[in-house]
Structure formats: C-alpha cells, structure tokens
C-alpha cells in the first residue's frame, strides 16, 4: 500500500516553561492517497507520553451484502422533503 508521511518537531527551549532541559515534541502521519484515510499516526511528548494509531487489517474487497439489509423487525419509513423556505419579502 502506498502512503505519504509527514514529521513534524517542536522543539521547547530550555527554561521556556519553567524546564530544565529542551523538550522535543514529535508527531508523524501516514495517509494513503487511495483510500484517502489515515492509516498511522504517533505523537511523542515527554510531558503527556506517547500515542499511536494504527489501522490493520485493511480489505479492500467488497462488504458483504447483509450489512447493507434491512433488519426483518425493522421498518423502512421514507421522509418526505423539508418544505421549501419562504420567499423573501419584495420591497
């Protein structure tokens, strides 16, 4: 699968918000310009710790058809249109 990366870095200087040493704050993205989603991501911070998103398991075939059906106690109720707004006032 094909993606495009970005990093960025931030560096906090020293004694900027009362720390002793720079803070160097991480984030990385991948995206597929596919499927046009976010496939992975981290985000690295020595203050708040690190995250990370992953996306596995990734199928592109068709879903199944049943996920698509109405369930048999359910009942289907079409909604009719708004009405149109009111035409505004000629002057």
Same mark, same amino acid.
């Given at each position: 699968?094909? @993606?495009?990366?970005?990093?960025?870095?931030?560096?906090?200087?020293?004694? &900027? *918000?009362?720390? !002793?040493?720079?803070?160097? *704050?991480?984030?990385? &993205?991948?995206? /597929? #310009? !596919?499927?046009? *989603?976010?496939? /992975? /991501? $981290?985000?690295?911070?020595? &203050?708040?710790?690190?995250?990370?998103?992953?996306?596995?398991? *990734? /199928? &592109? @075939?068709?879903?199944?058809?049943?996920?698509?059906?109405?369930? @048999?106690?359910? !009942?289907?109720?079409?909604?009719?249109?708004?009405?149109? #707004?009111? @035409?505004?006032?000629? $002057?």
């Amino acid at each position: 699968m094909t @993606a495009n990366g970005t990093r960025r870095t931030e560096t906090i200087p020293a004694g &900027r *918000i009362g720390n !002793d040493r720079p803070i160097v *704050i991480t984030d990385e &993205r991948w995206e /597929s #310009p !596919d499927l046009k *989603i976010l496939i /992975s /991501s $981290q985000h690295h911070d020595p &203050r708040t710790g690190d995250v990370e998103y992953r996306l596995t398991n *990734i /199928s &592109r @075939a068709e879903p199944a058809a049943h996920l698509f059906t109405v369930p @048999a106690d359910y !009942d289907v109720v079409d909604i009719p249109p708004p009405p149109p #707004p009111p @035409a505004a006032p000629r $002057q």
